[in-house]
Nanobody
């Protein structure tokens, strides 16, 4: 069983930055492919960013490309989402997700590909 706990959300003004963290339990974090998704009020959950378990492969939604950066620190069982140049449209609950995979370079962008989810952290960007 894998447990994911997100933190780092909050209220920020347009143009500001936040860094989200997601700490995972389990002894095999280095074999987890990870991702961030978000869900705004009244909207469906959407993919934000993904990182392979090797850390060498990353993928971003077009809406965040160039502004957000996903990274991981396996020694800390943690994946990060650095969010810069935030816009009101980024307001949402952000979730991290994990899947155990044997493919070191694989990234997954569909929610159905992930087996474990965190409880979410609220990000609010004021205009």
């Amino acid at each position: 069983q894998v447990q994911l706990v997100e933190s780092g959300g909050g209220l920020v003004q347009t143009g500001g930055s936040l860094r989200l963290s997601c700490v995972a339990s389990g002894r095999t974090f280095s074999s987890y492919a990870m991702a961030w998704f978000r869900q705004a009020p009244g909207k469906e959950r959407e993919f934000v960013a993904a990182i392979s378990w090797s850390g060498g492969d990353k993928y971003y939604a077009d809406s965040v490309k160039g502004r957000f950066t996903v990274s991981r620190a396996d020694a800390k069982n943690t994946v990060y989402l650095q969010m810069n140049s935030l816009e009101p449209e980024d307001t949402a609950v952000y979730y991290c997700a994990a899947v155990v995979t044997s493919f070191s370079g694989r990234v997954y962008v569909r929610g159905v590909d992930y087996d474990y989810w965190g409880q979410g952290t609220q990000v609010t960007v004021s205009s």
